[in-house]
């Protein structure tokens, strides 16, 4: 085979884009026009949506969202789609005047599991470290308070070009 056809067909091949991930949303987060914070948003993915990822550069994923391509922060999507809390609750974003929000940190709402409880009572857990677990449980953070933080203290995707 010719030298330069060769060569020709590793360069068309190294230059065809690599093919496209889904991956999913794991909160509700902004598709962004570029790689950076000020950059123009083309929209919003909801916790669960998929979008096609058609590579990664930096922290940023590139992916194609209504037809352009976009970018999105890098653990703000997940290989697997986030479980539909809402979909559990019959639809209601409440419940009892709880945000869905708050139902995100999960083990709050249940306390100890059944096996925990029963290692707990075998190992003659004192009662006030079972309390102190519980109380950690009830303060668990919400993807939204996470994101907040990040915000605030520069970090994540709020970190500057160095990142933090």
């Known amino acids: 085979m010719d030298r330069r056809l060769v060569v020709g067909l590793v360069l068309v091949l190294m230059a065809a884009p690599a093919l496209a991930e889904t991956m999913y949303a794991r909160y509700s987060t902004p598709v962004r026009a570029g790689r950076?914070?000020?950059?123009?948003?083309?929209g919003t993915l909801a916790q669960g949506q998929a979008v096609q990822v058609v590579g990664r550069e930096g922290r940023y994923y590139r992916t194609v969202y209504a037809g352009t391509t976009g970018w999105v922060y890098y653990n703000k999507l997940a290989d697997t789609k986030p479980e539909d809390v809402s979909a559990a609750l019959g639809g209601d974003l409440s419940l009892g005047g709880l945000e869905l929000t708050e139902l995100e940190s999960g083990g709050a709402l249940r306390g100890l599991?059944?096996?925990?409880?029963?290692?707990?009572?075998a190992a003659e857990i004192p009662k006030w470290a079972v309390d102190a677990v519980e109380q950690?449980?009830?303060r668990g953070v919400t993807a939204r308070e996470l994101d907040d933080f990040e915000r605030e203290g520069g970090l994540g995707e709020y970190a500057g070009e160095g990142g933090r």
């Open 113 to 121: 599991s059944p096996m925990a409880e029963n290692y707990a009572e």
């Open 36 to 42: 950076t914070l000020g950059s123009a948003t083309l």
């Open 136 to 138: 950690m449980q009830e």
